[in-house]
């Protein structure tokens, strides 16, 4: 069997988010949470959180999104002007 793109879900501080899914994903979702609880040993109870670790993959390996993240961080960072040491 080949790897799946998620492994083992961290346990960090969850921030509340609210999301409506069609029922298609969220069955799919299911499975990829029964799937995922075969490969790595640990059960999934709640598929909704495997959504978090997927959307973070997605951003991730996303270049277009990194190339845009860059640019934005570099117009939000102020230069700082040159200063000369004439005394």
């Not at 998620?6 to 029964?34: C, F, I, S, W």
């Not at 670790?53 to 991730?60: N, Y």
């Amino acid at each position: 069997m080949s790897k799946l793109k998620l492994g083992p879900l961290v346990d960090d501080k969850p921030v509340k988010l609210t999301v409506e899914l069609p029922a298609a994903v969220h069955r799919d979702l299911a499975d990829y949470a029964e799937v995922l609880g075969r490969e790595t040993g640990q059960p999934i109870e709640e598929p909704a959180k495997l959504i978090a670790p997927m959307v973070e993959r997605f951003m991730a390996t996303d270049r277009e999104f990194a190339k845009a993240r860059r640019a934005l961080s570099e117009r939000r960072t102020p230069s700082i002007p040159a200063t000369s040491n004439s005394s």
